[in-house]
């Protein structure tokens, strides 16, 4: 392996799907607050990821619901009163 071809911050983490709560170990940089027990029972830095591979519906051959509604009334509720979302309303009365 090359010298000095990684950053240093490179290392193992558990990446989890959790629509599908699968785990499994990989490597990266990104950074993250949480950690979580492997398997192994060592700890690692924890990577949620909301869709991989093991939730796809391209990979798994079905279509699973994934729960966005609570997302975007969150969205709503947050910046509904803005001056950009009185904007739209504006242009679609007229």
């Known amino acids: 392996m090359q010298k000095e071809l990684?950053?240093?911050s490179y290392r193992t983490v558990?990446?989890?799907d959790i629509n599908a709560n699968v785990s499994w170990l990989g490597?990266?940089?990104?950074k993250t607050r949480d950690t979580d027990t492997f398997?192994?029972?060592?700890?690692?830095?924890?990577i949620?990821?909301?869709?991989s591979s093991e939730s796809h519906p391209f990979f798994t051959g079905k279509m699973q619901y994934?729960?966005?509604a609570g997302r975007i009334d969150k969205f709503n509720k947050k910046f509904g009163k803005?001056?950009?979302?009185k904007k739209i309303e504006e242009t679609e009365e007229a």
Do not use: M, Q
Request: net charge negative.
């Open 82 to 85: 803005s001056r950009f979302a």
């Open 39 to 46: 398997e192994d029972g060592k700890e690692y830095p924890l």
């Open 6 to 8: 990684h950053p240093e």
């Open 14 to 16: 558990i990446f989890r």
């Open 27 to 30: 490597k990266s940089c990104a």
């Open 66 to 68: 994934v729960d966005t």
């Open 48 to 51: 949620k990821l909301e869709i």
